[in-house]
């Protein structure tokens, strides 16, 4: 993944479509799934699903992503039973301590959207401290954190506002993902065929794609493939 200085929140369509996906968004669904499958614990599955994301992480570099995009956890997972929001709290931390070195080391930097300052103290003190370490990268991933995409665009337009107009630039300069790229792809795993309140507003003219594999077993060698199907699309934009 490139460094990139273009805003992810662009209003205006390009020109001319590029064959080469930039800016790739993953709801990564199914760790229930997959557990249930194999008669084992949710907990299990959302363990596997970690897995699935560090071994992503570990193979971006050949793909030349200028940033990749994980849906981790949705404002709506709040409504999940205590001890499977427990579970996911718990392996988040982990993943923190555990991966930072790595994103250090290969020029990772890291980028929080959602409302991720109201999850639990010791979290934001390790997301923040994530963050500073990682904040001279420039290969970026943004991870979703207690995120909802209706509640994204409502707190920007309430930004806008407060400075001093609401147009959708004005919006766009104010969403949590001002600074990225503009959104190419967006993928689902597990056959859901939904975007569940994910990038309701970047994913206005992204291309889409639903994947029957669940993220547990989604490898570096499915994006691939996804990235080889982008090239093949003809984005036009509402033109013809």
Known sequence: MGGDSSSGTNTDAPKRASS????????????GRWAKKRALPRAIG??????????????????????????AF????????ETEVDDLMN?????????????????????????WRSLAPDIVEMLEDALEQTANGTRKLAVALNYGGQNEIARAAMKAAEQGSITTQSI???LDTAGLPPLDLLIRTSGEIRLSNFLLWQAAYAEMLFVDTLWPDFKPEHLERALDDFAQRERRYGGR
């Open 20 to 31: 080469r996906a930039r800016h790739v968004a993953i709801i990564m669904d199914g760790n």
């Open 46 to 71: 959302h363990q596997r699903g970690v897995e699935a994301v560090r071994r992503l992480v570990r193979g971006l570099e050949p793909m030349e992503l200028d940033c990749l995009t994980l849906y």
């Open 74 to 81: 949705s404002s709506e997972n709040w409504k999940r039973s």
């Open 91 to 115: 392996l988040m931390r982990k993943f923190i301590k555990s991966d930072l070195p790595d994103f250090v080391a290969n020029d990772v930097q890291l980028n929080i959207i959602g409302d």
């Open 172 to 174: 766009a300069d104010n």
